[in-house]
């Protein structure tokens, strides 16, 4: 036994979606784009995100133009193996805090080492930020310990 945490499901449904989204987009900031939209939809990060009324549209342009019509950048993406890395810094958060399974939020907390300003930039386009959606991931871990408690 290799004792790294096993995927949980909606952890391994983000980084499924991921892995056929991400050849698709055409700048980091897409990427982060990408990985939000996926996020809102799974585990604790998706209740989170949607307890702050982050939507699947964003309120104003992250930067890239690309989703009003306009021609997006032609930058590289971030990195061929961007979900990969992902993978593994979650693995290693997982592992670092004695889980037995990587979830959602430790997905997350990969996206946002592999991005930084770029997601950051998606969050505010999206009407939050990351020190509101780790807040709120700790108000959900607080109730969640004091009903099992």
Do not use: C
């Not at 209740?47 to 989703?67: C, H, K, R, T």
């Not at 971030?78 to 997905?107: N, P, Q």
């Amino acid at each position: 036994m290799s004792g790294a945490p096993e995927l949980a499901p909606d952890a391994a449904m983000v980084l499924g979606l991921a892995s056929t989204a991400m050849p698709f987009a055409r700048t980091p900031a897409d990427e982060a784009e990408r990985w939000l939209r996926i996020l809102r939809l799974h585990g604790e990060v998706g209740i989170a995100l949607q307890a702050l009324g982050v939507s699947e549209m964003s309120l104003s342009d992250p930067g890239n133009g690309a989703e009003h019509g306009q021609p997006a950048p032609t930058q590289a993406p971030v990195d061929d193996d961007a979900v990969k890395h992902i993978a593994e810094h979650a693995a290693r958060i997982a592992g670092e805090r004695g889980a037995s399974g990587v979830a959602t939020s430790d997905l997350l907390m990969g996206v946002i080492h592999v991005y930084g300003e770029d997601f950051d930039g998606v969050l505010r386009a999206h009407g939050t930020d990351r020190e509101e959606l780790l807040e709120q991931l700790a108000r959900q871990d607080a109730r969640a310990e004091h009903r099992e408690g």
